[in-house]
């Protein structure tokens, strides 16, 4: 029986997304990927017929291990219960990105669906709905939050796609990136709260992983707040 017959395509799937957290976007390729499941390229074309196709299934498989969080079981007022289900969820989802670094590009660059991702946006809607928001703005609301997380993970990825490349590029690469990044500071230098931070002591501007994450995702749950006392959710008796 040939190996294009005995591989699933849940087995590529699964094998797809440990290239790409080891190697990024760039580093998957149908070859890579037979290499890796001891198979020919053309055992995996058998079951996936493109890259394109082979990113969506992926990044939707890890969408799976996003947290469906309900309104309604932390005990609080209605406005704390959808809340604590919004913070929850953003940073279930913030843990994925975490995890596999490449999906915030990959939602960038490539048509992503799938019954992953579909339960997690379902869920957040009937977060934003049970807050108070109309259809629309619930839609609104939940597209912004996606919007903010998926962004938030960009630099990471960047980050890790240069450590890739100039870590496989040997020394030569490494000593240039290293020049790149002394450059960086010194044109940074030249802008004062910029050198500030620079400057100052690395005690003075360290934070716990997450807390620049948290920040923002509570302005913009603060935002919301006062978007719905103001009567500007949309939901029912509301302008």
Known sequence: ???????????????????????????????????????????????????????????????QEAELTAVGGGGGDEGEGWRAAATASAQSLWGVVGRHPWLSPAYGAYVIYGPGKARHDDNELAIYEAAGFGAREAWSAAATVLTYVMGSGLLPALQAGLARRFTEGGKAAADAYEAMADDALEV????????????????????????????????ILDGFEVALARGRGGGPGQG
């Open 1 to 63: 029986m040939s190996r294009a017959t005995t591989l699933t395509a849940d087995q590529i799937v699964r094998a797809a997304v440990a290239l790409l957290d080891e190697e990024g976007l760039d580093g998957l390729n149908m070859r890579a990927l037979g290499k890796r499941l001891d198979a020919a390229a053309t055992a995996v074309y058998w079951h996936i017929k493109t890259k394109d196709e082979l990113v969506r299934l992926a990044a939707d498989a890890v969408w």
């Open 188 to 219: 940074a230098k030249q802008f004062p709260r910029l050198r500030a931070r620079i400057d100052a002591e690395a005690a003075e501007w360290s934070a716990p992983a997450g807390s620049g994450f948290d920040f923002g995702l509570n302005a």
